[in-house]
């Protein structure tokens, strides 16, 4: 009978190691950070596509390049732009297309984003736990050591 995803799993504390479980919480709160900058690169595409106006038309930008390396250009065309839709491949959309494209990558990286910091305050509680229990068995150590003299 196979186990769904749903059902919590009883672990032995004894099995757990206090050094994994800060390992992963650093991990997540790693990736959790990355996720934050990501989505806030998507926000910036989006207000940075409704800065592209056809009265805009002909005027002198800076098109950038890499992200040190801006180069001056013409726009020609303010009702389309290109999206770069990853792995250096990019598309050409209109102004409404390209807000919906990097509003729909932000919205997807912030359910993400939730689903980690649940899946990160569960962690940060099991390492509390476990600090605590390590705790108690120390004082209990120390309180039967102290008996014993």
């Not at 009978?1 to 504390?13: C, V």
């Not at 390049?65 to 180069?71: F, G």
């Not at 792995?87 to 959309?93: E, R, S």
């Not at 919906?100 to 899946?119: C, G, M, V």
Request: proline share 3%.
């Amino acid at each position: 009978m196979a186990t769904t995803a749903s059902q919590p799993q009883q672990i032995n504390i004894s099995d757990l190691d206090i050094q994994q479980l800060a390992e992963e919480l650093s991990h997540l709160t790693n990736s959790f950070a990355q996720l934050k900058q990501a989505q806030s690169k998507f926000k910036q595409c989006v207000d940075n596509v409704a800065e592209v106006k056809p009265q805009n038309a002909g005027t002198t930008i800076l098109v950038p390049l890499t992200n040190s390396l801006y180069v001056p250009g013409r726009l020609s065309d303010p009702e389309h732009v290109i999206v770069d839709v990853g792995t250096g491949y990019y598309v050409k959309k209109t102004r409404a297309e390209a807000a919906k494209y990097y509003s729909a990558k932000a919205d997807y990286i912030r359910s993400n984003l939730e689903t980690l910091s649940e899946t990160i305050q569960k962690k940060q509680e099991n390492v509390n736990y476990l600090m605590n229990v390590i705790q108690a068995k120390i004082q209990s150590q120390a309180q039967a050591s102290k008996s014993s003299s």
